[in-house]
């Protein structure tokens, strides 16, 4: 998906929230474990309820590959079911010398065809170049991370500012708005003004508002550019915001009251 496009549905559903599919086994529904699939089945079913509300899915692919082969069907069969409906983030944080970079590319831009992938930046530009590659597909690059470990490294100071700020501006110089967007944290609010200064037309993936307690209001207030540039996901607090036989009604009103308070910040 392009940038356009994506700026596209945004404005047309009114919404920037993006829906992570952690579908952690051990949580979904009891009635569910009876199915062939229960983590595809739990997907559908999400997807199916919420995607009116959202422009994006992301699948943090750890709770797939906790699983093994099936885990990776299961993943395999939600990015398909899907589409291209929806902008598709691989959560899997890759990054590796060049030559298996390029592997992890093709993996998740050919083999399972996701619009986006999330990697680490500590390898450096060889580690990330072979994912900016990929005409129409993006490379989403852990900037300044949600946890409280981002203190350990990210916001340590490196040269004139610090080590998560040189991530960003140097790697604005390996791809462009157009293929690269930064994981930023809803729980780095204090940061925003001074990220979006650094980089004012990339778009930004937000996670952490919700079960980790980010204010999707002042991220949206510090963060918003011309093109929207936020994707804010939502993961726990959408997926498991039900979990009796009524799971996926309930995650649909937890995705609508996002999607209705990002409207109001879209006007
Ligand atoms: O800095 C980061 C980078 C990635 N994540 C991922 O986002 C979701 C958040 O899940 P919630 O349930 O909405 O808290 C999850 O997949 C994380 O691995 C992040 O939280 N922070």
Not at 47 to 54: E, G, P, S
Not at 68 to 91: L, N, P
């Amino acid at each position: 998906m392009t940038r356009q496009q994506l700026v596209e549905e945004i404005r047309k559903k009114q919404s920037y929230l993006c829906v992570g599919l952690d579908t952690d086994i051990t949580k979904i529904p009891k009635h569910l474990l009876a199915a062939a699939d229960p983590v595809f089945e739990f997907n559908r079913m999400i997807i199916d309820a919420t995607k009116d509300y959202c422009v994006s899915y992301k699948i943090n692919t750890a709770f797939y590959e906790a699983l093994g082969r099936r885990g990776w069907d299961s993943m395999e069969k939600t990015v398909d079911y899907i589409g291209k409906s929806h902008f598709t983030i691989a959560d899997a944080k890759r990054g590796d010398i060049g030559n298996t970079s390029t592997q992890y590319a093709k993996a998740f831009f050919e083999t399972l065809n996701f619009d986006a992938i999330t990697v680490a930046p500590y390898m450096g530009s060889d580690s990330v170049k072979p994912f900016l590659e990929y005409k129409h597909k993006w490379t989403i690059l852990l900037g300044l991370t949600s946890n409280p470990g981002a203190q350990d490294f990210e916001l340590q100071p490196a040269g004139n500012g610090l080590l998560y700020e040189k991530v960003l501006t140097t790697a604005a110089q390996w791809g462009t708005p157009e293929n690269l967007m930064y994981v930023v944290g809803a729980t780095q609010a204090d940061s925003f003004t001074a990220i979006r200064s650094l980089t004012p037309d990339h778009f930004y993936l937000v996670p952490g508002v919700g079960a980790q307690g980010g204010s999707l209001k002042e991220i949206s207030a510090k963060a918003m550019n011309k093109d929207v540039g936020l994707l804010v996901n939502a993961s726990r607090a959408v997926i498991f915001a039900g979990n009796g036989e009524d799971f996926a009604e309930k995650a649909a009103e937890a995705a609508k009251t996002y999607a209705q308070e990002m409207a109001g910040y879209l006007k």
